[in-house]
Antibody, heavy 120, light 110 residues
Framework: QVQLVESGGGVVQPGRSLRLSCAAS????????MHWVRQAPGKGLEWVTS????????YYADSVKGRFTISRDISKTTLYLQMNSLSAEDTAVYYC?????????????WGQGALVTVSS | QAGLTQPPSVSKGLRQTATLTCTGN????????AAWLQQHQGHPPKLLSY???NRPSGISERLSASRSGNTASLTISGLQPEDEADYYC???????????FGGGTKLTVL
């Protein structure tokens, strides 16, 4: 079965960096676009970034553009999110999600999430 | 990036029918359709409907999605206690080059 397992969350000081990982299994990782979606405490879902199945195309929300970088390692079936210049507004649970579905793709599988807390 | 518009809350009685709405524009919902997700407190979101209104395997037939113009709808019939959750819509915005989410609707089953 499809599994997405995030790791790397924690408490980080403002201005510092953190890297999240998402280990994928149960499907052919190289055939699917992948996403990061975050949810601040008590708030709704916010799309952060996505990467195409071949890794050649990346898209970012304006709120993270220039600070966050998405990448993937096909051989390790792992998705990454490098987060730099973190601020309190980046505090959230970060979910890794797969984009699937013929004809009308959506985020069809989600990980359990990794909590990132930016605080001094 | 502007998001999609959802009513913050909807309340319906047990076994009644609830219709949740999601309004966007011609660059997202109107052009690409909207997906629907359910989230229970403390859990990750779960996909209920793809952007073409098809249900993933295992999703109850009590749920049906549709679209009219720039507004997508999710109808849940025969409401059960387990339907009480937050519901989000999402769509790809071809103008922004980004995915957008609605603010979410909290469904209460009375």
């Amino acid at each position: 079965q499809v599994q997405l397992v995030e790791s790397g969350g924690g408490v980080v000081q403002p201005g510092r960096s953190l890297r999240l990982s998402c280990a994928a299994s149960g499907f052919t990782f190289s055939r699917f676009d992948m996403h990061w979606v975050r949810q601040a405490p008590g708030k709704g879902l916010e799309w952060v970034t996505s990467i195409s199945y071949h890794g050649n195309n990346e898209y970012y929300a304006d709120s993270v553009k220039g600070r966050f970088t998405i990448s993937r390692d096909i051989s390790k079936t792992t998705l990454y999110l490098q987060m730099n210049s973190l601020s309190a507004e980046d505090t959230a649970v970060y979910y890794c999600a797969r984009e699937g579905g013929e004809g009308g793709p959506a985020h069809d599988y989600w990980g359990q999430g990794a909590l990132v807390t930016v605080s001094s | 990036q502007a998001g999609l518009t959802q009513p913050p809350s909807v309340s319906k009685g047990l076994r009644q029918t609830a219709t949740l709405t999601c309004t966007g524009n011609s660059n997202n919902v109107g052009n690409q359709g909207a997906a629907w997700l359910q989230q229970h407190q403390g859990h990750p979101p779960k996909l209920l409907s793809y952007r073409n209104n098809n249900r993933p395997s295992g999703i109850s037939e009590r749920l049906s999605a549709s679209r009219s113009g720039n507004t997508a709808s999710l109808t849940i019939s025969g409401l059960q206690p387990e339907d009480e959750a937050d519901y989000y819509c999402s769509a790809w915005d071809s103008n922004l080059g980004a995915w957008v989410f609605g603010g979410g609707t909290k469904l209460t089953v009375l």
